[in-house]
T-cell receptor
Framework: GAGVSQSPSNKVTEKGKDVELRCDPI?????LYWYRQSLGQGLEFLIY????????KSGLPSDRFSAERTGGSVSTLTIQRTQQEDSAVYLC??????????FGPGTRLTVL | QKEVEQNSGPLSVPEGAIASLNCTYS??????FFWYRQYSGKSPELIMS????GDKEDGRFTAQLNKASQYVSLLIRDSQPSDSATYLC??????????FGPGTSLSVIP
């Protein structure tokens, strides 16, 4: 594809449920990033992948959050036992290592 | 001290004026600097990258970098209402991490 794609675009879930968010990076980009952005706030770094490994998980807010990347391509961010404070837009970006990042359209998560 | 700081907004300029957006960073070894624009409800989009001291121009946009002062700026000439957005400064640090600033909200008044 031409750009980073994310799915779903919107997700409404009930408190306590698990959710999976998907990111499909630009072909050839080995670096992949997940961010969270709450309404009116800046970008909050969650996790960085280089290939399939995650050298930097420092931004994951709790052990309810996990992410994986397979085949050096698609990544999935999983949030277990969702809480209302998890409501935000989750953004994925990809890049060649240490170069400009290109963002996907985001997934808007609403936890009721 | 935060790793990447930007001038607090919101910044309002009249149409046709020059908008000046500033960013400072703490890691002296940083080598790569990026400006992103984010419209409300949209994801950030890359405007410019700059790697060397001095100015880099692209259309109405000019990025300026001063590594000695640990300062990078973005100038928008002939500002248009369509430039109204939040502008994010991003810095690739010497420890290979990209840090985003909090953003500056710009409003161009017709």
């Amino acid at each position: 594809g031409a750009g980073v794609s994310q799915s779903p675009s919107n997700k409404v879930t009930e408190k306590g449920k698990d959710v999976e968010l998907r990111c499909d990076p630009i072909s050839g980009h080995t670096a992949l990033y997940w961010y969270r952005q709450s309404l009116g706030q800046g970008l909050e770094f969650l996790i960085y992948f280089q290939g399939n490994s995650a050298p930097d998980k420092s931004g994951l807010p709790s052990d309810r959050f996990s992410a994986e990347r397979t085949g050096g391509s698609v990544s999935t961010l999983t949030i277990q036992r969702t809480q209302q404070e998890d409501s935000a837009v989750y953004l994925c970006a990809s890049s060649f290592p240490y170069n400009e990042q290109f963002f996907g359209p985001g997934t808007r998560l609403t936890v009721l | 001290q935060k790793e990447v700081e930007q001038n607090s907004g919101p910044l309002s300029v009249p149409e046709g004026a020059i908008a000046s957006l500033n960013c400072t960073y703490s890691d002296r070894g940083s080598q790569s600097f990026f400006w992103y624009r984010q419209y409300s409800g949209k994801s950030p989009e890359l405007i410019m990258s700059i790697y060397s001291n001095g100015d880099k121009e692209d259309g109405r946009f000019t990025a300026q970098l001063n590594k000695a002062s640990q300062y990078v700026s973005l100038l928008i000439r002939d500002s248009q209402p369509s430039d109204s957005a939040t502008y994010l400064c991003a810095v690739k640090t010497s420890y290979d991490k990209v840090i985003f600033g909090p953003g500056t909200s710009l409003s161009v008044i017709p």
